[in-house]
């Protein structure tokens, strides 16, 4: 297991700010339950390989990514071709990803004496969703256009062709095999979403985990973990290219199995939690700085002679890590460095009205 920047926050032009009583506390509750996830599962790429770590790995990477890109559409569904929306676009996605693309760079040739190539053009861990983001919000009105059902099946056709391809370039091949969740979330009515929300969905989506983990426990028996990134061609992976899409769509199947039952299962009131969720760019960009760091400061010797207490300590520092960097006085102030350019704007304007 290696950082594979499979995973990232589900909302990232609306930087860290105060939770408002006109929020959503289950969107919230998904945000940051997912980007917890990502935490987690970004810090399990230093633990040593064995058969509970690799199942529990495999099990998270099969749906919590097709989760966020569901998330991320069902909020893009308002971008248009304006200029006032693609100025925006500019500010909040792609200034950060290029501000935090160049930090981890330097991090990581300073601090773990690595050198980037490619930097900018081929996003590296875990700057790949931003990216990704960029592109699905360009494509936003374009699918819109069409009839829902006419899009889910132009975005299945193009994920399950894009393997056959699609290259490196700004992480082409990743926004076009996720693009499938991306227009699904595009177009779920909140009607649909009550489905999940519903109490009586729970023992469904105990179904549906209990099938995910059935799944992946056998991953190694029928395809390799790569898969699940949905970043390379299929030629890397298998040689027969009908074997391949078969493979892919059945990941697919099984991204929207797990996703959907994580959305059900997801608490729907408010609590102290639910404010962490506007905060989960912030925990995005700036978790990696720390896996980083413990890479780099030998933790994956001392989990190689600690097993099982590896597993345990890292994943509750990983969570607490999340809630530490969600937490509203840490967010407000790394906020400074996620949107810069909103923060002048806000002083210019505040500065105007005195």
Not at 37 to 59: C, E, K
Not at 146 to 169: C, E, H, M, Q
Not at 218 to 232: G, N, V
Not at 280 to 294: I, K, N
Request: hydrophobic residues 55%; glycine residues 4%; proline residues 6%.
């Amino acid at each position: 297991m290696t950082p594979s920047a499979s995973s990232a926050p589900s909302e990232a032009d609306r930087p860290a700010e105060p939770a408002r009583r006109d929020r959503d506390p289950w969107f919230d509750n998904i945000k940051m339950v997912l980007v917890t996830l990502v935490v987690v599962g970004h810090s399990w790429t230093l633990l040593p390989h064995n058969l509970v770590n690799n199942w529990a790995y495999d099990f998270l990477y099969a749906w919590h990514i097709p989760a966020f890109v569901i998330v991320t559409g069902y909020l893009s569904r308002s971008f248009a071709w304006t200029p006032a929306k693609l100025v925006a676009l500019v500010r909040t996605v792609a200034v950060p990803y290029v501000v935090f693309e160049a930090a981890l760079a330097l991090f990581r040739y300073h601090v773990g004496g690595v050198q980037l190539e490619d930097l900018f053009t081929d996003p590296h861990w875990p700057m790949w969703y931003l990216s990704a983001l960029f592109f699905w919000r360009l494509m936003t009105p374009a699918f819109l256009a069409l009839p829902k059902p006419v899009a889910l099946v132009v975005a299945v056709a193009i994920s399950l062709l894009a393997g056959l391809k699609a290259g490196d370039t700004f992480d082409a091949a990743r926004i076009l095999g996720l693009l499938p969740f991306f227009v699904l979330g595009l177009t779920l009515s909140e009607r649909q979403w009550g489905w999940a929300r519903a109490r009586r969905a729970v023992p469904f989506a105990l179904i549906g985990i209990v099938v995910v983990l059935v799944a992946t426990r056998f991953t190694d028996h029928w395809i390799a973990t790569e898969w699940y990134y949905y970043r390379s061609r299929y030629d890397a992976l298998e040689p027969n290219d009908l074997k391949a899409v078969a493979i892919r769509a059945v990941l697919l199947c099984l991204g929207l199995i797990g996703a959907v039952s994580c959305f059900a299962i997801v608490p729907r009131g408010r609590s102290w939690f639910s404010t962490l969720g506007a905060a989960t760019l912030v925990v995005y960009l700036f978790h990696g700085f720390f896996v980083l760091t413990a890479q780099y400061e030998g933790f994956p010797d001392w989990a190689d002679r600690h097993v099982v207490w590896s597993f345990v300590v890292t994943t509750i520092a990983a969570v607490l890590l999340a809630l530490a960097l969600a937490a509203p006085p840490v967010a407000r102030a790394l906020n400074v460095l996620v949107d810069p350019v909103g923060r002048i704007v806000r002083r210019r304007s505040r500065a105007a009205t005195t």
